[in-house]
């Protein structure tokens, strides 16, 4: 299986800058996407940022702009850099893997467990 990790969370004023890392390990094989969504309390999860194997990037309407997803150089790593936040961007950031495995086939349904994003004055 593949472990997801999420770090760089915390409380920020808006206008504030913040950049999530998240590292996978594990029964990786193939990437074809990696992507950052993220959970409001009561909400559900929606998707943030993605990024393919390829390095084709989208983003959401809300954040497009301000936000920016990027491969590491370290292997399986993604990094989501957020720019002038808005208390609306408050939420649960949790990033996602979406892979080939050989033997399993197409896997996307690997999270972490969460980094805090917190935009308040």
């Known amino acids: 299986q593949v472990q997801l990790v999420e770090s760089g969370g915390g409380l920020v004023q808006p206008g504030g800058s913040l950049t999530l890392s998240c590292a996978a390990s594990?029964?990786?094989?193939?990437?074809?996407?990696m992507a950052w969504y993220r959970q409001a309390p009561g909400k559900e999860r929606e998707l943030v940022a993605i990024?393919?194997?390829?390095?084709?990037?989208n983003y959401t309407d809300s954040v497009k702009g301000r936000f920016t997803i990027s491969r590491g150089n370290a292997k399986y790593t993604v990094y989501l850099q957020m720019n002038s936040l808005k208390p609306e961007d408050t939420a649960v950031y949790y990033c996602?893997?979406?892979?080939?495995?050989?033997?399993?086939?197409?896997?996307?349904?690997?999270w972490g467990q969460g980094t805090q994003v917190t935009v308040s004055s």
């Open positions: 594990g029964s990786v094989f193939v990437i074809s996407a």
């Open positions: 990024i393919t194997s390829g390095g084709r990037t």
């Open positions: 996602n893997l979406d892979q080939w495995n050989p033997t399993r086939g197409r896997q996307n349904d690997y």
